[in-house]
Every structure is written in C-alpha cells, then in structure tokens.
C-alpha cells in the first residue's frame, strides 16, 4: 500500500474526544523518544504531519490522521518517560490504557522498540498488559540505522530470547529506520492486509471476543 493521502483529524486528550469510530484503526505507541512520529512520517511521506522532538514527551494527546480516505492513523503519547512529574505521568498512563482498551475499532496497536537497546522492564510490562487485555499487537523495532547490520540482528535475537522466556510465541515483528525509509512497504502491507481481512471496522474487536466465548 502506498499512503497517497494523509490528513489530520484531531487530537483528544481522552478515548471520549476521539473521532466516531467509523473506521478501521492502526495505532503507534511505545516509550518515549522511541521514534513514534518519525516512524509515521515516514510511513506517510510527510515530515510534517507528526511532530518530532529531541524532547522526549513532545506527543501528550492521541492524534488521529486520515490515511487515504479509508483508516485512521493513530499517534498515541510516549509512555514512561522520566522527565514529568509523577501526577502527570499517571494521567498519559490512563489516556493510553482507556485507549487500548475500549477503542472498539483499534485492529493492530503497534508497540515501537528501539532497536539498539536490551529488552526494557516498561516495555515487557506493557506489552504483558496489552496479552492479558487481548489488545492485538505487532512489534516494531525502531532506528535500524543507527546500527551495524549484525549489532541490530545480535540485539534483536536478545530481546526476543527474553520475551520468549515469558511468551509462547512472538507477535509480528518489523525492523524500520525512520531515517532510511526502512521496512516501510512491510508495515505498510501488512496494514493493507488487515484491512482486507476486517470488513467491519466497528465488528473487529467484538467478532474476536465472541469467537473465544
Ligand atoms: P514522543 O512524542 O516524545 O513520545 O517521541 P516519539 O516516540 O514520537 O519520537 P520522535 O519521532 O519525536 O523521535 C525522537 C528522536 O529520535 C528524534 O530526535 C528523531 O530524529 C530520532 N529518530 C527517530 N527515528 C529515528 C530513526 O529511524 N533513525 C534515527 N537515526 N533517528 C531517529
Ligand atoms: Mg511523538
């Protein structure tokens, strides 16, 4: 899939501003400064849609984006990130959380892992919440670029030996470098791919709950 069209909605500041949840939804989260809005820019082919910052903590509301007339683009607020204070932290914590939960037309969150670091304890702990909430995720590793070929392919191979050490199995996965336009099309087309696979946009979470009852 190509993103020919990227407009942006609006921004909410909880699940109840969001827009009606009239279509499908592809949602970005991940720690702070992890590279969420460089990742969709990249994506959209539009350095100025989401704003990047060397500060971590720049992206405080969930920011929807139209794609293409059909979905909606979802940048959510970095988590965990030290430089707030303790109140507000909480308070992105239960924007993220209420979002993940009861956004009834959210098809595949995508938790964004930076690629040069080793497993941290916020991101195994969130992605261990999104498997006990059932909230599909996919994974995907950020910043590709800043390291060598077999550095990126030892640290990743680490990270998943450490969450396979909790999981059965791991999710889907894809390497990306906002920089270099990496794994842009594999994002892309699996998107497409979901989106082909769920007709109905308000259906997909609730036909998933009813085929496990
Ligand atoms: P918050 O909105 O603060 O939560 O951050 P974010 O996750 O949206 O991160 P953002 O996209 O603002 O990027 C943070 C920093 O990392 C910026 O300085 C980016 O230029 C840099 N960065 C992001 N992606 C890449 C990448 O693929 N390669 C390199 N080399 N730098 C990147
Ligand atoms: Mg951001």
Known sequence: MEIKKAIFKQSASSIFGCPKPTLQEYAFIG???????????????????????ATPGKTQLI???????????????????????????SKFETIIYDYC?????????F???????????????????????????SIIYTKADKNSKSELAKNIKNIETELLKEWEEMPNTFITSAEKKGGKEDVLDF?????????????TRKDAADEEE
């Open 101 to 109: 939960k009861k956004r009834e037309t959210l098809v595949v969150l």
């Open 31 to 53: 720690r702070s400064n992890v590279g969420k809005s460089s990742l969709i820019n990249m994506l959209c082919n539009n350095n100025k849609l989401a704003k990047v910052s």
């Open 111 to 137: 938790v964004l892992i930076d690629s040069r670091l080793p497993l941290q304890k916020i991101d195994f702990e969130f992605m261990s919440w999104c498997g006990e909430n059932e909230i599909p995720f």
């Open 63 to 89: 920011n929807h984006f139209t794609i293409n007339d059909s979905w909606f683009l979802v940048d959510l607020p970095g988590y965990g990130f030290a430089k707030t204070s303790k109140d507000n932290r």
């Open 191 to 203: 998107i497409e791919f979901q989106i082909n696979e769920n007709r109905s946009p308000r259906e």
